[in-house]
């Protein structure tokens, strides 16, 4: 059906948006007319006894307990509420699925048209990112055998950042781990960084070739990025979502020696290491938690771990704006977006704390007013101007598939 309709047939169509994870599975409905949205949810511990799912639609918002025990019955159950609600007529007739797939290699620069053969050419690189790829192939093939003929896109969060320059990309190792096992800076949450990097355009005023950006995405995964003129030049994310700034449960930069002193030292395996770096450090290793709320919540009551938890990320923070100033040579904003970066504005202080040598004042009022909406935190005298940008990855990936069957 794709491949003989004409594009109109595209504007008819609604997008659907899947972002599969190893317990979750979130969701987003789009009118491709114009990407308005439609609906979107998302389904919670899959295979726990106490999974649940939730649609939020125009209609209203509901949500439903013990919605799945596995990633299919995940998906089917999304499907039947979606037509249940008039939502999708049938997964059949959507225009196109486009999927977030957390790791493109080397080899994906643009977004990915899935058949068979994209799809073995995927399950190859899951390599290098075992712990989120397996999760996100199985999406594509749910969706894949339950929306028979409907195009699926995938789109990759290391995409945006395929104009790393080698001095930015390339790691201080011998050769051959480059060139026979791809080791390199990938970089993640391109999309994201795409999105905002976008819409702080828009509200600058100027042609996003013309901006020096640096876009801090501080959610549960954390990176900072420096974007100029809408490319990503650097960005504090590598090979894997590890590197970088201290995240929910990720250390970010340490030394590299670390894993194998503790290995030998306590006779953990490289499994073991490898867990305790994803899901055991960061916030949650500094002090018990990994949810920023949580630690602010101890930090409040006079908890002197989570009060250096937020110390040690506040500073990482402030050390890549810095780094990134320095790489971009003038910079026209700084821009905060996900959980933490759109919500919290303690940690926007701290990030910015002391940086007025490089032309970068937040306003504190400013910063510490209630809001969801895109809105500037810096004084109206700052020669870098401090953007709050909620993002929304969904849109983004619903763009870029429409955009890519449209024109492919
Ligand atoms: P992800 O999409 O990476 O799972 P999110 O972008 O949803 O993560 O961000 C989750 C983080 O944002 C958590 O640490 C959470 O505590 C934090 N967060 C959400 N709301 C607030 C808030 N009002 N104040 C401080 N932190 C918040």
């Known amino acids: 059906m794709y491949e003989v309709c004409p594009r109109l047939w595209y504007l008819l169509m609604k997008i659907l948006v899947l972002n599969c994870g190893s317990s979750s599975l979130k969701f987003k409905v789009f009118s491709d007319r114009d990407l308005y949205w439609l609906a979107g949810g998302m389904v919670e511990r899959i295979g726990q006894p106490d999974s649940r799912l939730r649609l939020t639609w125009a ?20 499907f039947h509420l979606l037509t249940q609600h008039d939502i999708v007529a049938d997964p059949t007739q959507l225009g196109v699925v486009g999927h977030r797939v957390v790791h493109g290699g080397d080899r994906f620069r643009t977004p990915l ?3 068979a053969a994209s799809l073995e050419e995927l399950r190859q690189l899951t390599p290098l990112a075992p712990l989120h790829h397996p999760a996100n192939l199985r999406g594509i093939e749910l ?10 896109v995938a789109v990759f969060d290391t995409a945006f950042h395929h104009t790393l320059p080698p001095r930015a990309w390339r790691y201080a190792l011998p050769a051959w781990t480059w060139h026979e096992y791809q080791v390199r800076r990938y970089g993640f949450h391109g999309t994201s960084v795409q999105y905002v990097s976008r819409r702080a355009a828009k509200w600058l005023d100027r042609p996003i070739e013309e901006l020096n950006l640096i876009v801090l995405h501080l959610g549960n995964g954390a990176s900072v990025t420096a974007v100029q003129g809408g490319r ?3 960005t504090s994310m590598g090979m894997t979502p590890l590197e970088g700034v201290v995240m929910g449960t990720r250390c970010g930069d340490i030394d590299a020696s670390v894993p194998f002193y503790l290995m030998r030292q306590t006779g953990l395996d490289v499994t073991a290491v490898e867990r305790m770096l994803f899901f055991e450090s960061g916030l949650h290793g500094l002090c018990g938690s990994g949810d920023m709320r949580t630690v602010r919540a101890h930090a409040a009551a006079g908890d002197a771990d ?12 402030k050390k890549y704006i810095g780094a990134y100033s320095a790489a971009l040579g003038r910079v026209d904003a700084v821009i905060f977006t996900a959980g933490i970066g759109e919500n919290d504005a303690d940690m926007r ?15 504190s009022a400013r910063n510490g007013a209630e809001g969801t909406d895109e809105r500037c935190v810096s004084r109206d005298d700052s020669p870098v101007q401090i953007w709050v940008i909620p993002t929304d990855e969904e849109l983004e990936i619903a763009r870029i598939a429409l955009d890519f069957i449209t024109t492919a």
Request: hydrophobic share 45%; proline share 5%; net charge negative.
């Open 59 to 78: 209609g209203g918002e509901n949500e439903w307990p013990g919605a799945a025990p596995d990633h299919r019955i995940a998906l089917q159950r999304v």
């Open 113 to 115: 048209l899935i058949d």
């Open 232 to 234: 990503s030049i650097d």
């Open 306 to 317: 989570a009060q250096l938890a937020l110390d040690v990320a506040g500073y990482r923070l």
């Open 349 to 363: 202080q701290r990030a910015c704390n002391g940086l007025e040598l490089f032309g970068i004042h937040l306003d």
């Open 143 to 152: 969706a894949t055998a339950l929306c028979q003929g409907v195009p699926q």
